[in-house]
Structures are given as C-alpha cells and as structure tokens.
C-alpha cells in the first residue's frame, strides 16, 4: 500500500517475483496505490515481461487499508528514499511484518530488523528475495515476526505520542516560566 512511483522502487519488487515464485509457486503480489507518472505502465510493461501475470495485481487507490492489511500477510517496501512512512506504521499496528529498504530517515526508525520485519541494502535485489522467501516460506517464522509488529508498533500508539507531546509542553511551561 503505496503510492506507486520510481522512489518507491516497486520494479525492484516485480524483478525479484519470479525467485519468490520458485520457493513459494502460490504467493500473490497486490500492488495497491495510485501511480505517479503513469509508473504503472513501466511496471506492467514488468510483470509482462516476467511472465508474472497470474500472481501480480494492481488493485488502485486504497480507501479501506486497514481491511487490506488484515489480509495481508507481509508488507514489501523497497522504496530508495522514505521519511515516516504511515504505510509501515499502519502494517505493523495489524501485525503484518515489514520488509524495507535501510535507508536514511524512516524504515529503520519503524522496523526492527529480525523482530517486526527485515531491513534491505537498498539495490540488493537478490537480499530483497531471500528476505520475502525467508518469511513467505516459514510461517512460524512469519508468526513470531507478526507478533513482534504488534509490539514494536505500540511504540507509535495514540498514549505513547500523547505523552511524548505532554512531556514537551511541560518543558515549554517550565522554560517559559
């Protein structure tokens, strides 16, 4: 669930699919999201050309993400640049273990790597599709990691950024005082 775009690198996603299929021949690809540019033509133009027809689906705009992520069983961002991305938060908070790129500022600040999901070296295609095989292909493995999404995204809960406001607004009061 994103916007479909070069940053966010879904190409880099669709050229590892055929791996994934060859160690999990049932795993489905939903691309959800609208596209900047009409990238979604360039990855078409992909899937085509993989011959992966059969397992990818751009399903558009998302207007109910948390019914997709509560149907999901993993979320795969292997974007080159990112800040806080709500997508990832969004996945945690209903379990769905991450996989994104490390890259400065975002998905190593959400995802903790070997807990809640795995952080790729941006551009390591092939470390991209052993992470998603690695978890698509071991569902203990899947659950542990599903489980730990649920805590680490506890740290972005509504009472948790509530406290951290209040614990700058009593600074303000006593700096101002």
């Known amino acids: 669930v994103a916007r479909l775009s070069p940053e ?6 669709l050229k ?8 999990v021949p ?3 690809l939903d691309l ?14 992909i899937v085509a050309e993989e011959g992966i027809e059969q397992s990818v689906h751009f399903r558009g705009y998302a207007e109910r993400v948390p019914e997709i992520d509560q149907k999901a069983q993993l979320m ?3 974007t080159r640049g990112e800040g ?14 991450v996989i994104a790129n490390d890259v400065p500022y975002g998905p190593s600040d959400i ?7 795995y952080l790729t070296e ?40 509530m406290a951290a406001y209040q614990t700058i607004i009593n600074d303000l009061a006593g700096w101002q005082a």
């Open 16 to 23: 590892v699919w055929p791996k994934v299929l060859a160690a």
């Open 84 to 97: 806080l991305a709500m997508a990832l938060v969004e996945a945690l908070s209903y379990g769905l273990p």
């Open 32 to 45: 959800w999201g609208y596209a900047n540019d009409k990238f979604d033509e360039t990855l078409k133009q």
């Open 111 to 117: 995802v903790v790597d070997g807990h809640s999901g």
């Open 122 to 161: 941006n551009g390591n295609l092939d470390q991209l599709a052993a992470k998603i095989i690695d978890l698509l292909s071991d569902q203990a493995k899947l659950a542990r990691f599903s489980k730990g999404a649920y805590e680490d995204a506890h740290r972005y809960s509504e009472a948790k950024i």
């Open 8 to 13: 966010k690198q879904q190409d880099h996603l």
């Open 26 to 28: 049932d795993a489905q």
């Open 76 to 78: 795969v961002l292997p």
